[in-house]
């Protein structure tokens, strides 16, 4: 079976720091897809927190996390990671990646309808 792994969840501080990390299980995280990391709250709907190129030369995040989260990924090793810095209690949620079938470099950065492949999260909990 085809899908994503996620790890590196966990409790931190305010303003404490995790790197998440997404790998695959059944397929080849190359640079044949794009990734993107969501998150989902308690009670909230799911939302997209970060999306990678499948070369990795571009990159998107959602205005709350811009300047603390950083998106990267290493294509030899195929994986894709997180990194959050400063993080806050509206951090908290479960975290998932997400993968999107792109076999030109030149194509945009998918939609959610896009994503083919999914992990099944990563708890991230932000709290004294």
């Known amino acids: 079976q085809r899908q994503l792994v996620e790890s590196g969840g966990g409790l931190v501080q305010p303003g404490g720091s995790l790197r998440l990390s997404c790998t695959a299980s059944g397929l080849i995280l190359d640079d044949n897809y794009a990734v993107g990391w969501f998150r989902q709250a308690p009670g909230k709907e799911r939302e997209e927190v970060s999306v990678?190129?499948?070369?990795?030369?571009?990159?998107k995040y959602t205005d709350s996390v811009k300047g603390r989260f950083i998106i990267s990924r290493d294509i030899a090793k195929r994986i894709v990671y997180l990194q959050m810095n400063n993080l806050k209690p509206e951090d908290t949620g479960v975290y998932s990646c997400?993968?999107?079938?792109?076999?030109?470099?030149?194509?945009?950065?998918?939609?959610?309808?896009?994503?083919?492949?999914w992990g099944q999260g990563t708890q991230v909990t932000v709290s004294t």
């Open positions: 997400a993968a999107a079938l792109r076999l030109d470099y030149g194509l945009p950065l998918p939609t959610l309808n896009e994503y083919t492949y």
């Open positions: 990678i190129s499948s070369s990795g030369a571009s990159t």
